[in-house]
């Protein structure tokens, strides 16, 4: 399965990995452990949303 990040936020790919990191630490816990958290949000008002399509997940991660 392939994973495609979009990053919405003004920082560089590097600053966003650890929380792509966490999300996938926490494995599939959505959809009946078929995808990602659906949504994951961080303490700094990071958001990262996970959808899953047919043959990819995609997480995008913006700020509130």
């Known amino acids: 399965m392939k994973l ?30 078929k995808q990602y958290c659906y949504v994951s949000t961080f303490a700094d008002g990071t958001v990262v949303t996970a959808e899953l399509n047919q043959k990819s997940d995609k997480l995008i991660v913006s700020k509130l």
């Open 4 to 33: 495609i990040v979009h990053n919405r936020t003004d920082r560089p790919m590097l600053e966003i990995l650890p929380y792509i990191k966490t999300v996938l630490r926490q494995d599939r816990i959505s959809n009946s452990r």
